[in-house]
């Protein structure tokens, strides 16, 4: 085998909640996560030691989270992986919330692992994927689920399925460690009744999860085009609506295509990066030549 090619699954938080300060300095979560069929196709071959991407705005050097990636895999198999050449096809947007290097990452994990018949199981690729970011072992597994912590620890959930989604990012990108920032010196923030939200999330009670859910970076992190595509999304029929992640894509819930596409009609006009997809039972597609 000389080539796997993956495609790389962006996602959605349909919760998401910080509860403090971890003992590591790192702050803990409460979220569900859910994949969608938005998706970057990465490819991972032998050949001479190279990153190409798509998006000439995405760096190609040890910034990129799929190097991190590969130093982590050679660092925990002691396979040289300096034989890899990577090359991204770049359709989710950079800096959205949508958690696009990390899909991008897990990728490469999934792909190495393929590519050097190691079979690691989905728990050690889980475990090297923590060390190098924190959705990286939700974009591993994908699907709807349960994460806690820093996003490490997982549990499914019942699918989230039969609607359809409109993810819109606004021309501007929103730095995680900022938004983190803002939450430690925010004063009077507010949280979901998480007890409630799980024991409905666990029934499969999406409508019920819609009515009490909440993304916590949404009381702090300025995204000055919010409330306008919220505004269309809730004319076009959403269910619900809520940014993603730290920001600043807002994704809506629809409960049929057609909604979603009016909806996204309207918004192509005055924003750069609109998509409608689907809720998906995976993180990553593999094949292998």
Not at 20 to 26: A, E, F, H, S, V
Not at 38 to 67: F, M, Q
Not at 181 to 205: C, E, N, R, Y
């Amino acid at each position: 085998m000389n080539k796997v090619t993956v495609r790389a699954h962006a996602k959605i938080n349909l919760l998401l909640d910080i509860t403090g300060t971890l003992p590591n300095g790192y702050h803990g979560l409460h979220m569900i996560m859910q994949s969608v069929s938005l998706c970057d196709t990465v490819t991972v071959e032998r050949g001479a030691h190279a990153l190409e991407c798509s998006d000439p705005a995405v760096p190609t050097d040890a910034r990129n989270i799929v190097w991190k990636a590969a130093n982590a895999f050679e660092k925990a198999t002691g396979i040289d992986c300096t034989d890899t050449r990577i090359t991204i096809d770049k359709r989710i947007p950079s800096a959205a919330g949508l958690a696009g290097g990390s899909a991008d990452g897990a990728a490469v994990l999934a792909a190495l692992n393929r590519l050097h018949g190691t079979d690691l199981s989905a728990g050690q690729l889980c475990r090297i994927g923590a060390a190098v970011g924190a959705d990286v072992p939700f974009c591993l597994t994908g699907g709807t689920c349960l994460a806690l912590n820093i996003g490490d620890v997982l549990a499914p959930l019942p699918a989230f399925e039969g609607y359809t989604l409109v993810l819109a990012k606004p021309d501007c990108g929103v730095s995680t460690a900022e938004a983190y920032a803002a939450f430690d010196q925010a004063i009077g923030v507010s949280h979901p009744h998480f007890t409630q939200l799980l024991f409905d999330a666990a029934k499969g009670d999406w409508p019920r999860v819609f009515r009490g859910t909440c993304n916590t970076f949404e009381q702090f992190v300025e995204v000055v085009d919010r409330v306008p595509i919220k505004s269309v999304m809730r004319r076009s029929g959403s269910l619900f609506s809520m940014m993603s992640g730290s920001g600043p894509t807002v994704f809506g819930v629809f409960r049929t295509r057609a909604e979603a596409e009016s909806c996204a009609g309207e918004l192509q006009t005055q924003y750069p990066h609109v998509f409608v997809c689907d809720p998906v039972p995976y993180g990553l597609q593999i094949e292998t030549k």
